[in-house]
């Protein structure tokens, strides 16, 4: 035991001095803060007002099409050909022509650019024009925009659990969003700290410092040493990560809201209206889109997710990077690995691919059987969770995957103590088998 931590000691502490450790864990936080920052400069800060030109042969549209903050609306009341004249020569972003049978041909308006027009400016239009011959069509029948407006009905439904404990509201999008994000989390981890071990025993057999190793320390000892000792660094900076973007996204939406205070002032006071005027007719807080956020978080069994996820993170790494280690001794470089990666890397693939049908039916067979593997449990059972899995699922899920990796270990055990001092020689799937029952 005292060797397995000294090989764990050294494994953690080589690889968490490094520079490479330390700018990504910095970075990595920066780099989501500057994009979830870019995002929203770019979404509120960075409006471009754009100038259209209008010429309106039917005279229906001059008092439909409004300026806004994206948009200046200006019409014209010359010849079609003079418009597009003036248009190349001036400052314009476009020009639409309204025909004066637009009510009979509404396909006949066009829009004029440069180059192009984007798709939200061409859709605003269309739909300026949509709504106002709608409304010519609906009057013609007796049939008023406000009455079809008024027979839409939005239906948002609730959903509840029902269990032992009594009722509990749940939600649907929550559970998908935190499922998806933990599965995502173990995929990535797996592929990530799963390789360094490989690559951390490929290096050390090239350079033969396992050599020396071996005469203290027993191969298994050194292997799982090895693997928990990079086990511990992911965990260290998946905790840095979490802390770190915390913090950095708090400070800059402060900084954010201060900035652009003054450009979201009239908005914020109309969706404070809307927000007092929406409470006032339904006298419900809930009505309020961050308090729906807030509610659908808490529905959720957030300790039994933390706890899972910890447990999955883990035992998806042990299982997977034993096999990993075991590569890693079977070779002599990082080109020789190729070949044995695949049987390893499909069932962590098909996991997260299998994960995108579990989200749409975490009842399923093929979410139970495939939750119950341990190959591909640690992705597919974080999908399930956040929705509710039976007790017994998820214990035998448990077991399982602890019984798997103790399989894994024992097998990456027996090709290691061969492997690791065996050079010079291209391996087999067939030499490794022998490996495993060599005594």
Not at 76 to 86: F, G, I, P, V
Request: proline share 3%.
């Amino acid at each position: 035991m005292r060797n397995i931590y000294l090989v764990l000691r050294r494994e953690y502490l080589v690889r968490v001095k490094k520079k490479s450790f330390l700018v990504m864990t910095l970075l990595g936080p920066l780099l989501f803060v500057g994009f979830y920052a870019a995002v929203i400069w770019v979404a509120v800060g960075s409006v471009d007002t754009k100038t259209v030109q209008v010429l309106d042969e039917s005279g229906l549209f001059k008092k439909e099409f409004k300026d806004s903050e994206a948009l200046k609306f200006e019409f014209t009341d010359s010849s079609l050909d003079s418009a597009k004249a003036a248009f190349q020569k001036g400052d314009a972003n476009a020009l639409v022509y309204i025909p004066a049978n637009v009510i009979k041909a509404p396909k006949s308006v066009r829009i004029y650019a440069a180059k192009n027009v984007s798709m939200d400016l061409k859709s605003e239009i269309e739909k300026v024009i949509e709504k106002e011959i709608e409304d010519i069509k609906l009057a013609e029948a007796g049939i008023t925009h406000k009455i079809l407006e008024d027979s839409r009905v939005n239906v948002n439904s609730e959903t509840i659990s029902l269990s032992d404990g009594g009722e509990k509201t749940s939600s649907s999008g929550a559970a998908t969003v935190i499922g998806g994000i933990c599965a995502f989390l173990i995929y990535m981890s797996v592929f990530i700290y799963g390789t360094q071990v490989m690559r951390g025993i490929t290096e050390e057999k090239t350079s033969r410092i396992v050599e020396v190793i071996i005469s203290s320390v027993k191969p298994f000892q050194l292997m799982l040493g090895k693997i928990i000792g990079v086990a511990l660094v992911g965990l260290t900076q998946f905790v840095l990560w979490i802390l770190l973007t915390t913090a950095l996204t708090s400070a800059t939406s402060a900084i954010l809201s201060n900035n652009m205070s003054k450009q979201s002032a009239q908005v914020a006071k109309e969706m404070e209206k809307a927000q007092v005027a929406n409470q006032a007719m339904q006298g419900n807080a809930a009505d309020n889109p961050v308090g729906e956020i807030l509610g659908a978080v808490s529905s959720l069994n957030i300790p039994l997710i933390l706890g899972c996820f910890l447990f999955y993170y883990l035992g998806g790494y042990l299982l997977y990077s034993a096999l990993f280690g075991a590569v890693g001794a079977a070779v002599d470089n990082d080109a020789d690995t190729q070949q044995f990666m695949l049987p390893i890397t499909l069932p962590i693939i098909f996991s997260f691919v299998f994960a995108q049908f579990v989200l749409r039916d975490p009842d399923g067979t093929l979410a139970f059987w495939t939750s119950i593997i341990p190959f591909t449990s640690p992705i597919i059972m974080m999908v399930r969770i956040p929705f509710g899995v039976p007790a017994w699922e998820l214990v035998l899920s448990m077991v399982l995957l602890i019984l798997g990796f103790m399989g894994t270990t024992w097998i990456a055990a027996r090709i290691y103590r061969v492997g690791i001092l065996m050079y010079g020689k291209k391996v087999s799937y067939k030499e490794l088998v022998k490996w495993i029952f060599y005594k």
